[in-house]
């Protein structure tokens, strides 16, 4: 009856955590959203504060690393065996897609910005690389088809940065070019690693192929930086 309704009703409240707004603690989605909201908005003409964009990113880049590293499954609750309900994660492409979508909107006028999301896309595309040659996955990782499904995704945004600045800057211009030699370089890079790694790997970690990526990277942001200059 009424009673027994009441009571099953306040079992059920109980079981759950209900709010107006999401938590930070309670999924990697609401972090990405609010850093990558912190971006976009140190990029507004109010605020216009492209030090602080950058600070962002990086902490947007330790985020999305740890995404696409990792196996996202869906989260299932168990009761003495029975399955009660089933939680939906997000996607590494929804995750990176929520990122991407908003910077390229209004990041793309600023050229150092641009250069970062290369480096950020760079590091992405090397740990999938890395991971995809890896036989026996650690538990928690990704598998070889994710890595494999996710450097795709990761070299669509390449393209995708590298149209956007040649729509914004004309062909010829100091801008354009810089752009265009940082994803080549990029580019560059990855396809290195790539075709080192169609052998499967025993070892899930290669520090020798990790400490050549980063040395080129460094020489990569240094002569970029250099280019700036004068554009600047």
Same mark, same amino acid.
């Given at each position: 009856?009424?009673?027994?309704?009441?009571?099953?009703?306040?079992?059920?409240?109980?079981?759950?955590? *209900?709010?107006?707004?999401?938590?930070?603690?309670?999924?990697?989605? $609401?972090?990405?959203?609010?850093?990558?909201?912190?971006?976009?908005?140190?990029?507004?003409?109010?605020?216009?504060?492209?030090?602080?964009?950058? !600070?962002?990113?990086?902490?947007?880049?330790?985020?999305?690393?740890?995404?696409?590293?990792?196996?996202? +499954?869906?989260?299932?609750?168990?009761?003495?065996?029975?399955?009660?309900?089933?939680?939906?994660?997000?996607?590494?492409?929804? *995750?990176?897609?929520?990122?991407?979508?908003?910077?390229?909107?209004?990041?793309?006028?600023?050229? $150092?910005?641009? @250069?970062?999301?290369?480096?950020?896309?760079?590091?992405?595309? $090397?740990?999938?690389?890395?991971?995809?040659?890896?036989?026996?996955?650690?538990?928690? $990782?990704?598998?070889?088809?994710?890595?494999?499904?996710?450097?795709?995704?990761?070299?669509?945004?390449? @393209?995708?940065?590298?149209?956007?600045?040649?729509?914004?800057?004309?062909?010829?211009?100091?801008?354009?070019?810089?752009?265009?030699? #940082?994803?080549?370089?990029?580019?560059?890079?990855?396809? @290195?690693?790539? !075709?080192?790694?169609?052998?499967?790997?025993?070892?899930? +970690?290669?520090?020798?192929?990790?400490? #050549?990526?980063?040395?080129?990277?460094?020489?990569?942001? !240094?002569?970029?930086? +250099?280019?700036? !200059?004068?554009?600047?």
């Amino acid at each position: 009856g009424e009673e027994q309704l009441q009571r099953v009703t306040r079992i059920t409240n109980a079981a759950f955590r *209900l709010g107006l707004e999401d938590k930070g603690g309670e999924g990697i989605s $609401f972090g990405l959203r609010e850093i990558t909201e912190v971006c976009m908005r140190s990029m507004t003409s109010s605020v216009n504060d492209p030090h602080a964009a950058v !600070s962002a990113i990086d902490r947007l880049s330790d985020l999305l690393k740890d995404c696409v590293r990792n196996r996202l +499954h869906h989260r299932f609750v168990r009761i003495k065996g029975r399955l009660y309900v089933t939680m939906r994660v997000w996607s590494f492409s929804e *995750l990176l897609a929520m990122s991407m979508h908003g910077l390229r909107h209004y990041c793309q006028r600023d050229l $150092f910005i641009l @250069d970062r999301l290369m480096d950020v896309l760079a590091d992405l595309a $090397f740990i999938c690389i890395e991971g995809r040659g890896i036989a026996a996955p650690r538990e928690g $990782f990704a598998s070889r088809e994710e890595f494999a499904r996710r450097l795709v995704i990761v070299k669509g945004y390449f @393209d995708q940065l590298l149209a956007d600045a040649r729509g914004k800057y004309p062909e010829g211009s100091s801008e354009r070019a810089v752009i265009e030699a #940082a994803y080549m370089r990029a580019q560059h890079v990855t396809s @290195d690693l790539d !075709s080192t790694s169609c052998a499967p790997e025993t070892e899930p +970690h290669n520090v020798t192929a990790t400490f #050549a990526r980063e040395e080129t990277m460094s020489d990569l942001r !240094s002569e970029v930086s +250099h280019s700036l !200059s004068y554009v600047c």
